[in-house]
C-alpha cells in the first residue's frame, strides 16, 4: 500500500459574504490563495482536512462557499468544528458527496478520528463526555492501524498565555484516553493561528497555520503576527511513519493590524 497526501487546511473564518474581511483580510480570498499554493507545489491531496473555524458567521452561505472551493480537489474533504463554527448546519451542509463531517475514516494504511470540541458561545474547547468515549470506542474499532486524531483545540499548552486560556479544557481526559492507544501516532490542530510541534510521550502534537492570519507565538497577550497565510502537508506512510511540512504564502506578509481585533 502506497503512502497518501492529506492537506490540512484550518481557520479560514470564511463570511457569507465573500467580500468581508477579518483581521485585515479578505478571507474567502486567503483561503483560496492557500489553496491554489498548496497544490501549485506539485503535490495532490488523497483527502483534504479542515480542522475548524470554517465559517466565522456561522452561516450557510459561508459552508457553501467553502464547500464550492474544495469540491472536486480530493477524493474526499473531512470536517471538524472549532469555535466560531455552528456544528449542526456544519453537519447538515458538509456530510455528503465526497465530504464528512467529524468521525472516523481510513485512509492508506491509516485510520482518521475527528472530534467535536465546539463549546456553544465560547472560545475554549470541551470534549463532552460523549466525544471521550467515541474517541475510546473508535480507537478500538480502528485496531492496530496507525491512527491520526484531529480537532479544533489543541489538547497541550502552546506557550502564549492568552491562548492557553482558551485551550481544550479537559486535555488531560483527552490525553488519557490517547495513552490508552499505543497505535495514536499524531494528534494534529488549528485554533492557534500559528504552527506548533512538540513530541508527547512518543505522540506528535501539530498546530498549523490559519489560511488567513496569524498570532505572534510565545505571547501573554494577543499579538498579531505579519506571518501569511499557511497550510500543511501530511504525508501517512504504510508503514506507520509520516512526514510533514508547513507551507506558507511568503509573498503575502500581512501589515501591522490593530491588534484589539484579534481572537482566536
Known amino acids: 500500500m502506497q503512502s497518501v497526501q492529506l492537506l490540512q487546511l484550518t481557520d479560514p473564518h470564511l ?20 489553496l491554489e499554493a498548496a497544490l501549485a507545489s506539485g503535490r495532490v491531496p488523497d483527502a483534504i482536512l479542515a480542522t475548524g473555524d470554517i465559517g466565522d458567521d456561522m452561516s450557510e452561505a459561508a459552508y457553501a462557499g467553502f464547500r464550492r472551493v474544495l469540491a472536486g480537489r480530493a477524493r474526499s474533504v473531512y470536517c471538524l468544528p472549532g469555535n466560531h463554527d455552528d456544528p449542526v448546519l456544519m453537519a447538515r451542509v458538509l456530510a455528503s458527496e465526497g465530504f464528512q463531517y467529524c468521525g472516523r475514516a481510513r485512509i492508506g494504511a491509516w485510520g482518521l ?5 465546539h463549546v456553544p458561545g465560547r472560545p475554549h474547547g470541551r470534549l463532552a463526555p460523549s466525544e471521550l468515549a467515541r474517541l475510546d470506542a473508535d480507537l478500538l474499532a480502528l485496531g492496530d492501524v496507525p491512527v491520526l486524531v484531529c480537532l479544533h483545540h489543541p489538547p497541550v499548552d502552546v506557550g502564549s498565555a492568552w491562548l492557553d486560556g482558551v485551550g481544550l479544557k479537559n486535555g488531560a481526559e483527552f490525553l488519557e ?5 499505543r497505535q495514536v501516532r499524531c494528534v494534529l490542530a488549528g485554533h492557534v493561528h500559528q504552527e506548533f510541534d512538540v513530541v ?7 498546530a498549523t497555520p490559519s489560511t488567513c492570519a496569524q498570532f505572534t507565538p510565545g505571547t501573554e497577550r494577543c499579538v498579531m503576527d ?6 500543511r502537508w501530511i504525508e ?12 506558507w504564502l511568503d509573498h503575502l506578509v500581512g501589515e501591522p493590524r490593530d491588534e484589539s481585533e484579534w481572537r482566536a
Open 113 to 117: 478520528v475527528m472530534l467535536d470540541t
Open 200 to 206: 508527547r510521550r512518543g505522540v506528535r502534537v501539530l
Open 177 to 181: 484516553v490517547i495513552d490508552r492507544h
Open 15 to 34: 463570511f457569507g459574504d465573500p467580500a468581508r474581511e477579518l483581521y485585515g483580510v479578505k478571507t474567502a480570498t486567503s483561503f483560496a490563495l492557500a
Open 236 to 247: 501517512l506512510r504504510a508503514d506507520g511513519s509520516f512526514a510533514s511540512e508547513v507551507g
Open 226 to 231: 505579519r506571518r501569511p497565510p499557511g497550510y
